[in-house]
T-cell receptor, first 113, second 113 residues
Framework: KAGVTQTPRYLIKTRGQQVTLSCSPI?????VSWYQQTPGQGLQFLFE???????NKGNFPGRFSGRQFSNSRSEMNVSTLELGDSALYLC????????????FGEGSRLTVL | QKEVEQNSGPLSVPEGAIASLNCTYS??????FFWYRQYSGKSPELIMS??SNGDKEDGRFTAQLNKASQYVSLLIRDSQPSDSATYLC?????????????WGAGTKLIIKP
């Protein structure tokens, strides 16, 4: 059974640009969550999608957005990149909203110059 | 605000000893509790889950839950250098149809040979 797949794994952008990250969950999982992780900051929850609907949202500015497609694949977008957006972006899937067992992808490491 | 607190460490333990990691949470309604392990540069992976008061053992790992005192702990027996990682405590909050995970900042564990 394939795990959670994130693309791209690494990317470098400059301030003001935008970026789109992609996540394919484990087959059968309908929930996809996105997290930002920076050194010393732990996991910061961005948002969660379930059946194409955003169900939960963290405290991030509107520059951070996401969506989920009918096949459960998800994308997140960050517009007008800032230096502070440099981080590891992790996607995680779970089988449903009634479980706390998350399965993480390997992450997309974004560097903003 | 619902919180999960962990000592950030680093916690240094000699090889072969017992490593004890602790976590406290603020939401009395939390029902599910998880320990994730994150190696440096990698994504978190679920290693233990516990849902009722008491101990749950899995190999060298034992999770302990005390809902009255609102703490959960992870014991690692016969610690190995490969156990060196950051351990994240996560607690569910919400209701049956929409559990959200509240994360601690993680405890960095170092096992010294």
């Amino acid at each position: 059974k394939a795990g959670v797949t994130q693309t791209p794994r690494y990317l470098i952008k400059t301030r003001g640009q935008q970026v789109t990250l992609s996540c394919s969950p484990i087959s059968g999982h309908r929930s996809v969550s996105w997290y930002q992780q920076t050194p010393g900051q732990g996991l910061q929850f961005l948002f969660e999608y379930f059946s194409e609907t955003q169900r939960n949202k963290g405290n991030f500015p509107g520059r951070f957005s996401g969506r989920q497609f009918s096949n459960s694949r998800s994308e997140m977008n960050v517009s007008t990149l800032e230096l502070g957006d440099s981080a590891l972006y992790l996607c995680a899937s779970r089988s449903g909203l009634d479980t706390g067992e998350l399965f993480f992808g390997e992450g997309s490491r974004l560097t903003v110059l | 605000q619902k919180e999960v607190e962990q000592n950030s460490g680093p916690l240094s333990v000699p090889e072969g000893a017992i490593a004890s990691l602790n976590c406290t949470y603020s939401d009395r309604g939390s029902q599910s509790f998880f320990w994730y392990r994150q190696y440096s540069g990698k994504s978190p992976e679920l290693i233990m889950s516990i849902y009722s008061n008491g101990d749950k053992e899995d190999g060298r790992f034992t999770a302990q839950l005390n809902k009255a005192s609102q703490y959960v702990s992870l014991l690692i027996r016969d610690s190995q250098p490969s156990d060196s990682a950051t351990y994240l405590c996560a607690v569910t909050s919400g209701w049956d149809s929409n559990y959200q995970l509240i994360w601690g900042a993680g405890t960095k564990l170092i096992i010294k040979p």
